[in-house]
């Protein structure tokens, strides 16, 4: 979990800029912690301590 005024987070759009699901935005510096919360239900597809990648791991499935 990373904090703007820790100026971990990096981002290039702007405030009113269109965004698409799945394209990269900005990111987060110094390898932060992301947490994610998925629907009960959910099938996860990924173990504890897995490497994963934003926009390239699937982390799971909505039923």
């Known amino acids: 979990i990373a904090g703007a005024l820790a100026r971990r ?9 269109v965004v698409e699901q799945g394209k990269e935005f900005g990111f987060i510096k110094f390898g ?7 629907p009960v239900g959910t099938k996860v ?9 934003g926009g390239i791991t699937v982390l799971g499935q909505l039923s």
């Open 9 to 17: 987070i990096v981002w290039y759009v702007k405030e009113g800029d």
């Open 32 to 38: 932060s912690r992301v947490d994610i919360f998925l």
């Open 45 to 53: 597809n990924v173990e504890l301590n897995q490497v994963v990648k």
